[in-house]
């Protein structure tokens, strides 16, 4: 479903110039719809992994973690899963929840604990070929390429 609807994008529609969004409400309704129908578990490894954040954090920041942060850590890498089509929760998918929710703790309280940098943001139109080059170019930098170079080996 995910390759039908990449090619029906840049069969249909170019990316830097066409002023309309790229999918319509409809499409993103069905996309959302069948994501979010997937039965997903989470591996031991990656509850491991947020439970330990999860401590790590409350014994850091305090009060400042709320009790059901390890809930929205598990939704989200759970979440991740679902929109990756993949029926299993995996560390990958753990360590991105980590990342977006101290990225919501930097926005919240000006800095990262782990010393993370906050994401840009981008605002004008073509919004995602920017987001695209600035995660083509962290995964080259900082990653090796490793990410973006597994994702393309499964297709």
Same mark, same amino acid.
Request: glycine share 2%; charged share 15%.
């Given at each position: ?5 990449? @090619? ?13 969004? =790229? ?49 929205? =850590? ?9 929109? @990756? ?6 560390? @990958?998918?753990? =360590? ?17 604990? =782990? ?37 393309? @080996?499964?297709?």
């Amino acid at each position: 479903m995910s390759a039908h609807l990449i @090619n029906k994008v840049t069969r249909d529609r170019s990316l830097s110039t066409h002023p309309h969004p =790229l999918l319509t409400n409809d499409e993103i309704i069905e996309i959302l719809s069948f994501c979010s129908s997937i039965d997903v578990t989470i591996q031991s490894d990656a509850h491991q992994l947020l439970t330990s954040y999860y401590v790590a954090s409350r014994r850091l920041r305090g009060s400042d973690t709320p009790l059901t942060a390890l809930n929205t =850590l598990i939704s989200l890498s759970v979440s991740h899963a679902k929109l @990756n089509l993949q029926n299993i929760a995996t560390i @990958n998918d753990s =360590l991105l929840s980590i990342l977006i929710y101290e990225q919501s703790l930097i926005h919240r309280y000006g800095h990262s604990a =782990l010393y993370i940098k906050p994401f840009l943001h981008f605002k004008e139109q073509d919004s995602i070929i920017n987001l695209y080059v600035y995660c083509t170019t962290y995964n080259n930098a900082v990653l090796g390429g490793k990410i973006l170079a597994k994702k393309t @080996n499964k297709n």
